[in-house]
């Protein structure tokens, strides 16, 4: 949680997310969105860790070899989300990036690590109507084509889920880490 680290973003009506977040490629915010070079504490992004670059497009041609009409893309925003073992996210869709972006469905990758999430999907933002799916520690979700404008959120996260050699070589505090990439 040091400078330019992960902080806790809010909407306008002062509430905060449930989260804690930090950006990579550029920086995006409930409030300003993509528009502000700058965060509100003055820190701008880091640049997308090229490792995690190659990872990404790996998994996405793993997912072109069962199905081809999945789009390529370069992923150059990198949000990661961490939840406590209370922290949730609400019912949204993720319609931020370009006009470009969202009208070819390029994909967006998102990666699992730490404790497992009840994470819900569907066609509207009533989460009693969704979809639920478990996704655990190192799971790969792509949200692409008609499913990358689905309304999705974190119903909430499994307490104590973690792998234990994960939890052994590594600083993860209790919680989850959710890293997304996507093509502005
Ligand atoms: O934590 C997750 O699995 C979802 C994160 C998400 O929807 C987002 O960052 O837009
Ligand atoms: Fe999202």
Known sequence: MGPGGFYQPGFNSGAKLNLHMMCFGRNWDPQTKYAARYRCDGYQAPPVPEKLV??????????????????????????VNFYTTTGRLGMHQDRNESSNSLRKGLPIVSISVGDSARFSYGHNRDVRKANEVLLESCDILIFEGKSRNSYHGVKAIIPNSAPLPLLQQSKLKPGRLNLTFRQF
């Open 54 to 79: 190659s990872l990404v497009k790996t998994s996405i041609k793993d997912s072109q070899a069962h199905d081809d009409k999945i789009p390529s893309m370069h992923p150059d925003i990198y949000i």
